[in-house]
């Protein structure tokens, strides 16, 4: 699978690529999607941050112990990443969702934003961002 960005300065080098594929012989599918930078690494960092306190914070509250992952991939991802139900092969059900490291800086920050209203309407204590951060 070939990869390339689409800028004004990418085009003719993209153009030259189609125009050198051999159609008679092969068939290809083109898609071009809208380009979407990953989420950024201060968002990342702030997510991190905010788990290491929620987890402070649970322990406290259910005086179980409580990481910063298990409130990554327990509460984060679940509750405020897309994901489904799908059923096992034993024919469970199990939620399967989406990772921070997939997503996309605004749907990022719309999770940010949604998980940091939810802390705050859990009484959890976070750390209140600079708002570029998000």
């Known amino acids: 699978m070939l990869e390339r960005i ?3 300065e ?3 080098g993209v153009i030259r690529l189609l125009n050198q594929l ?6 290809y599918s083109l ?10 690494n201060p968002q990342n960092s702030l997510l991190w941050k905010w788990h290491t306190e929620v987890a402070a914070e649970l322990c406290a509250f259910t005086g179980k112990t409580w990481t910063k992952e298990q409130v990554h991939f327990r ?5 405020f990443l897309k994901g489904e139900v799908v059923e ?4 469970s059900k199990s939620w399967v969702s989406e990772t921070s490291s997939t997503q996309n800086t605004v749907d990022m920050a719309d ?6 209203a939810w802390c705050l309407g859990n009484d959890i204590d ?3 961002p600079e708002p570029e951060t998000f």
């Open 6 to 8: 689409l800028t004004a």
């Open 10 to 12: 990418t085009r003719s």
């Open 22 to 27: 051999d159609l008679s012989k092969q068939k």
């Open 31 to 40: 898609i071009l999607k809208r380009y979407v930078r990953k989420r950024t």
């Open 75 to 79: 509460i984060f991802c679940p509750k």
């Open 88 to 91: 096992l092969p034993d024919g």
């Open 111 to 116: 999770a940010l934003t949604a998980y940091e």
């Open 126 to 128: 976070i750390t209140h």
